[in-house]
């Protein structure tokens, strides 16, 4: 059928407010902070084949995850038991289907139209516990999958519009926050329902070869505009290495290989030579892989544009099997997301002299989460504080890094409120400001890196966490001066400290205090071509101090 182009953009647009509905339904009706207030999660649509219509994203990592836990899902449930109308797919397999670490649960729901599938609704989220050894399913020091909390190999939590109760019975005898947990279920479940009733009523009013065509043109728009601005990346060859600095056993560092071939057709990715998959879990699996492949490509051909299935047509990807990028079971992977950020970190610095005018340079480059448990001093219940922590963006071709940002990894992300954490949690925050540790300096300077300190009230608590970037500083580029470090600091009752990197279950004690660093990312540019009023202001803010601005910006000792 012929279909004129202001209805075709209607359909599309139509799709992409589809997804900002489901998006803002989680965010309305879940019950943990780490999703309803750090947004860590996100949702999409697709075709009735599993080709991404439209994605609302919190977290960059779960980029190519909408479409990949579908297509997981076509293969999974073929004839003999097929997907049927009313099902919903429960997923969190780590090493298929876009999978992640177990604590990151997909939802799929197919959508029907006059009984055929047309597409589906999906959503992924950052569940704070998942059950296994640690609080938060979380631990630095897991040898194998089966430690790091519940695994659901794509089954249906709904059959034909029936909840599975007896799945969820057994959910919720595993976890330790039952309540929330089973919140955070159930407003998936209807972020999904949401996004398929208001599908059904797009092709009740346009029809529905107008909405197929019109997916089609989506997806053929998305494949177009990449290639189009692949082409303007000059061709070549181009390799570097990035590093693991730890597997959580106090090993390493560990190599990460990558070369990446550009051509007027394609951008090819190839992380061979790089380190086998880890005794701990700092691993990363294949698809997991794929999300970081993805979102650099995004970033230098379409960054602004709706992500679609066309959108990476031309981006390929070629990593062995079983190395710390494509970890397969029973491979420990709760901590995959310093690797995420670790792939990411290294792609965008081996393309950031090739494309000098659209990325920056290396940012503070960890998802620098803790995870602190204990029982509440006023409720008396057990909670799990889980938050990832913003830092400090590299300087780019026209600005100043940006401070206090999320990293590489949480696109849309944003910070839980002290009330909220104060409420919530045993703890009170007692400082949350931009440090000045040093480095980032360049014609623009890099962002600065945070503190977040707060005071446990708890009579004892636990902390686990992993800060990669602890040994490695944040890169500069064009002459930019490396930027600093992330790690944490416990400051016990008399006074004594201890520093951390990678960590499982440090003790806590009522009064002691938990120091978080971020930091600062590299500078951009010769520092001797920062302007004077610049560095001046610098100073004025707080930024850098008067004796760094002496050491590192020539004209301020001139002037």
């Keep these: 059928m012929s279909l004129n182009k202001f209805t075709s953009d209607i359909i599309q647009d139509s799709l992409i407010s589809i997804g900002e509905a489901m998006f803002e339904t989680i965010q309305r009706t879940s019950m943990s902070p780490i999703i309803y ?3 860590d999660y996100a949702v999409g649509i697709t075709d009735g084949e599993g080709r ?3 994605q609302g994203n919190g977290v960059i990592t779960f980029l190519a995850a909408m479409s990949l836990v579908v297509e997981e899902t076509l293969e999974r449930f073929d004839n003999e038991d097929p997907i049927k109308e009313g099902d919903v797919i429960i997923a969190n397999t780590p090493y298929a289907g876009g999978g992640t670490h177990l604590s990151d649960i997909a939802l799929i729901t197919p959508v029907f139209y006059k009984g055929e599938r047309v597409a589906f609704t999906v959503n992924k989220a950052h569940w704070t516990d998942i059950g296994g050894t640690n609080p938060g399913s979380v631990s630095t020091v897991s040898t194998e999958i089966y430690q790091e909390g519940l695994h ?6 709904k059959e034909e519009g029936k909840l599975n109760s007896a799945l969820i019975k057994m959910l919720e005898a595993n976890v330790r926050l039952p309540k929330s947990t089973l919140g955070d279920l159930f407003s998936g479940i209807a972020a999904n329902d949401v996004g398929a009733e208001r599908i059904v009523k797009l092709i009740d009013k346009y029809g529905l070869e107008a909405y197929k065509q019109a997916a089609e043109e989506f997806m053929d ?3 177009r505009i990449s290639l189009q601005e692949l082409k303007k990346i000059p061709n070549g060859e181009y390799e570097n290495t990035g590093w693991i600095e730890n597997d959580g056993f106090g090993n390493g560092p560990f190599p990460l290989k990558l070369k990446i071939t550009i051509s007027d057709e394609n951008m090819i990715c190839d992380f061979t030579g790089s380190h086998q998959q880890l005794k701990g879990p700092l691993n990363l699996s294949r698809t997991g892989l794929e999300t970081a492949v993805r979102a650099a490509f995004k970033s230098i051909t379409t960054p602004t544009l709706p992500a679609n299935n066309g959108s990476f047509k031309h981006v390929k990807l070629i990593c062995p099997e079983k190395t710390i990028v494509s970890a397969e079971a029973p491979a420990p992977i709760s901590v995959y997301y310093e690797v995420f950020l670790a792939a990411i970190d290294l792609l965008l610095k081996t393309l950031g002299p090739v494309v ?5 340079a290396g940012h503070f480059r960890s998802v620098c989460v803790t995870y602190i448990s204990g029982i509440h001093p006023v409720t008396n219940e057990f909670y799990v504080q889980a938050e990832p922590l913003s830092g400090g963006w590299g300087g780019c071709a026209t600005h100043d890094g940006n401070r206090g940002q999320f990293s590489y990894a949480h696109g849309e992300s944003y910070n839980i409120p002290a009330e909220t954490r104060e409420r919530k949690y045993g703890v009170v925050v007692e400082e949350y400001a931009f440090h000045n540790e040093g480095g980032g300096y360049g014609e623009f300077q890099g962002g600065n890196g945070q503190y977040l300190t707060f005071k446990i009230l708890s009579d004892e608590a636990y902390l686990t966490g992993a800060f990669l970037g602890y040994s490695i500083p944040t890169w500069g580029l064009f002459d930019g001066k490396e930027g600093s470090y992330n790690y944490f600091t416990v400051i016990r009752t008399d006074g004594t400290e201890e520093t ?3 960590v499982t279950n440090v003790k806590l004690n009522k009064g002691d205090r938990v120091k978080l660093v971020t930091a600062t990312g590299g500078g951009y540019g010769d520092p001797k071509n920062r302007p004077i009023e610049k ?12 004796a760094q601005a002496l050491e590192h910006y020539p004209k301020i000792g001139k002037a």
Excluded: C, Q, S
């Excluded at 000098?356 to 920056?360: A, E, F, N, Q």
């Excluded at 001046?536 to 930024?543: H, L, M, S, T, V």
């Design 37 to 39: 207030e750090a947004l």
């Design 52 to 54: 991404l219509l439209a």
């Design 356 to 360: 000098p005018d659209k990325l920056p």
């Design 535 to 546: 560095i001046e202001k610098d100073i004025k803010n707080g930024f850098i101090t008067t």
């Design 500 to 502: 951390y990197n990678v």
């Design 221 to 223: 728009y998305g494949e």
């Design 152 to 157: 659901f190999p794509f089954v249906k939590i």
